[in-house]
């Protein structure tokens, strides 16, 4: 059989905007496997319709998870979240009891599951400011103590 499909640029554009945890080589493997009905596992092997089935799938997995994304990251911000600030979001997201994983790696149904979380702490009042340590400015202590002239020497 002849390679029908030569240049996989359209695929590897895609590819490399999905979110992986695993091996990436077998991830690939999987999605042209199920979009040649088990037939292949190589690229190389497929045909121009399988192709553009497949890439015409992640162009729509992809547009789903920029709009999910998009409503996270929205409903972060109403909680008082930087959004502007990458590190904030994946520190937030990186706690166990909100998904346990940076922003970017979080896939379509645990955005579902994520944003169902957002709207719940929303209605349970919003998070809780966290307790930063009191510390004492030196300036302050020394206006407290204030010093008597007329006060005898010891």
Known sequence: MAQEVT????FYTLFNKLPCTGDR???????VLQYTWNRTD??????AKEYEACCTALEKLREELRRKRSLCLNLMQK??????DWARIN???SN???VGK???QITVDELDELAVKLRSIQRKGGLK???EKQTINPVSMVSLIQIDPDAPAN
């Open 91 to 93: 520190d937030f997201c």
């Open 7 to 10: 240049n996989f640029a359209r």
């Open 25 to 31: 080589e077998e991830f690939k493997k999987s999605i």
């Open 79 to 84: 909680l008082g979240i930087d959004t502007s």
């Open 102 to 104: 940076a922003f970017r």
């Open 96 to 98: 166990p009891r909100i």
């Open 129 to 131: 400011p966290r307790k």
């Open 42 to 47: 190589s690229l190389k092997e497929m045909t």
